[in-house]
């Protein structure tokens, strides 16, 4: 309600009073002792009246108004003139706080303790208790402009919330009866009015900065990023500048701040993932016995998707929707203080998720030049995309197939033996191929050569067998022992032909194997028996004669 009173509508005995209540009330307001002032600049049309009944907690508080500033005529007080008004006589017309944004679960109890879900947009009143879940998180927009998080598990009661016309005096008061705020405070001048945290163990003040409190049973502490802040209880006070924190413990007196930890290093984590929940590791930062990783959709982390410790020097990331986000990571120090924030952006894009691999297993051994290739088939998934390569990085591709409508493949021509590695990746309607699977490693072993032992009309042995491919060498033992403890004869062949050094008449067993191009040592096959029936001849001649057995 606007209250307009001019001098022509006033009664000559107003005036009298006014001047009287005027004069009387200037020595009161040279007494010592003077609260904390605000300044307004007189509009026009505005007079001692008119400013009580808008700004000012009573209309009787004009006298004294006038008192205060030593004003000689109510009646004519210049447009621009500075009133001087003690912070107290302000009217304190509580406004509510708005919820700006919220993950999870959070509630709501008003004062006749009715309970209600909170969502964004919401009106929060003053004298309202918050609770959050350990999932949950809201931000709030308080009347002077600040900005609020209230994380997981916190209760929180707002007791007042008021911000002044005259020069923006703010009233603020919150109760943390436990759980953690993060706030952006407005900034203010000294006159600012007062914002206050109390915690069972201990309140604090501030007048514009940005800091975090804890509280829980054991007591409060307090972290200040910029700014200050000053912690207290009955037993004494600290001031925290940027860059400290103290803790306060009921019945105790503050600690002595200490340094927070620096922002740790987050230049090296990808920017995008397509594997969650991940650690994505980080360089450990000295003193730092923990880390917390926190996860929100904007750049002002309004409301938190994501809130998680670590003992090791990781960023974590949980299971969550694609899309992109922002993540910030600090360390924590031994006595439990959390450092600056480092900040990342990344990309989730872990979906459709890739299928299970299936065989040949990893490390896989196999002889079949043409490996059938399985994997679990994913119901969301349209097609597969398959992929074989000779290098993990799959620089060097043998095959790259994007349109698999089943769930296994197998090549059409043979692998030569060598190391390969392959993987899958699910593709849904619309083309939206997902992540790749892990990559599995297999080996395509080079067969044992399958060895012919004949003998000619006069006894001599002629061992044939298959060829294999231009780069391979192949092991030949020959013994008398099924053990092949001492064989009588142990040599590796490269050409097409070698001798053999004679052997003495009687039964012997064969061995051979193929020892591939990279160096990678078959197994050995299967043990075949001969026999030497004369010593005649001094040496046997080993024919490596390219042909199919049987020939």
Known sequence: MQITISGSTMSRQTRRVATAAAGFLLAVASLPGRAVDVTHVVLPGENPWTISAHHLRSMDLWPRLVAYNRIADALRIAPGTVLHIPEPWLARRNQPARVLAVEGEA?????????????????????????????GSLSLGLA????????????????????????????????????????????????GGRFEIRTPAGTAAVRGTTFRVVANES?????????????HNRLGAVNLAAGFGSSIAPRVVPAVPRALLPAPDLAALPPRVERVPADLAIPALPGAGAYRTQIARDESFSALLFDQTAVAPVARVRDLPDGDYLLRVRGIDAG????????????????????????PVDEAKIGDPRPAFRWTNRQAAVTYRFQLARDRGFADLLLDKPDIA?????PDADLPAGEYFWRVAAIESGNDQGPFSDLQRLRRVPGAPAVDVQQDKDGKPAIRWRPGAPDERFQLQIARDAGFANPAVDMTFAETGAALPALDPGRYLLRARTIAGDGYVGDWGTVQQFEVRSRAWPALLLLLVPVLLGL
């Open 336 to 359: 439990g203080f959390e450092g600056f924030d480092a900040r990342h952006t990344l990309t989730i894009d872990a979906r459709p998720e890739p299928p299970f691999l299936i065989s």
């Open 406 to 410: 089943g769930d296994t493949v197998a």
């Open 144 to 191: 002077d402009r600040s900005r609020m998080l209230v994380k997981g598990n916190s209760e929180l009661r707002l007791e007042a919330n008021s911000d002044s016309a005259p020069a923006g005096t703010r009233s603020i008061l919150l109760d943390l009866q436990r759980g953690g705020l993060e706030n952006e405070i407005e900034r203010r001048s000294s006159s």
């Open 107 to 135: 509630l709501l109890t008003d004062r006749r303790g009715r309970q209600a879900p909170l969502k964004t947009g919401d009106r929060v009143p003053a004298g309202a208790l918050l609770k959050t879940t350990a999932e």
């Open 219 to 231: 007591g409060t502490s307090a972290e200040v990023l910029s700014g200050a802040v000053k912690l």
